[in-house]
Nanobody
Framework: QVQLVESGGGLVQPGGSLRLSCAAS????????MGWYRQAPGKQRELVAT???????NYADSVKGRFTISRDNAKNTVYLQMNSLKPWDTAVYYC????????WGQGTKVTVSS
């Protein structure tokens, strides 16, 4: 099993940037895929981005060109760089482990507002 801890959320104005971090308790090289999801108030949790052991990435259409997922295997950490943030990006962002999403972090809140 693995424990995940997200950090980096906060309040930012539209057009601003944030970088989220997901620190894992063991090597992420042994986990087939890591992902970022988000859940806005009153909405279902949705996929934001994923990255596999091999480095393949996938993004939701709503964030393509603005968000970048990456990993640092030496630090057991996955990142989500968020640029050109929009008010509708406001949500709690969660890190997940495994294709089956068998582990989740507690989430970090991102608020995009003037």
């Amino acid at each position: 099993q693995v424990q995940l801890v997200e950090s980096g959320g906060g309040l930012v104005q539209p057009g601003g940037s944030l970088r989220l971090s997901c620190a894992a308790s063991r090597s992420i090289f042994s986990i087939d895929v890591m992902g970022w999801y988000r859940q806005a108030p009153g909405k279902q949790r949705e996929l934001v981005a994923t990255i596999t052991v091999g480095g393949s990435t996938n993004y939701a259409d709503s964030v393509k060109g603005r968000f970048t997922i990456s990993r640092d295997n030496a630090k057991n950490t996955v990142y989500l760089q968020m640029n050109s943030l929009k008010p509708w990006d406001t949500a709690v962002y969660y890190c997940s482990a495994g294709f089956s999403r068998y582990a989740w972090g507690q989430g970090t809140k991102v608020t995009v507002s003037s």
